[in-house]
């Protein structure tokens, strides 16, 4: 008889805000509990990216930690894409 081994997906903590990889992307787990909130995709490195990085400097360590990250903030969730 197999046993499937089942493990918790990758996670870390950067400047005490906690992240799980989900495939490619590593997300925020706030933004699990915001299942309503806007969306809004930004590509990484574009004038959008750091309009964004701007308005939100704090976000600095979490948005260069990974190229595609979503992030909440207020009341929007960022999805960050390569």
Excluded at 13 to 20: E, L
Aim: aromatic share 10%; net charge negative; proline share 6%.
């Amino acid at each position: 008889m197999e046993t499937a081994l089942q493990f918790d997906p990758p996670s870390c903590v950067i400047q005490g805000r906690h992240f799980v990889q989900r495939g490619d992307t590593w997300v925020d787990t706030q933004v699990d509990k915001m299942p309503g909130a806007q969306r809004i995709r930004v590509q990484f490195d574009s004038r959008e990216f750091f309009e964004l990085l701007i308005k939100y400097p704090k976000t600095l360590p979490y948005v260069t930690s990974a190229r595609n990250v979503e992030l909440a903030l207020d009341d929007t969730i960022y999805e960050i894409r390569e």
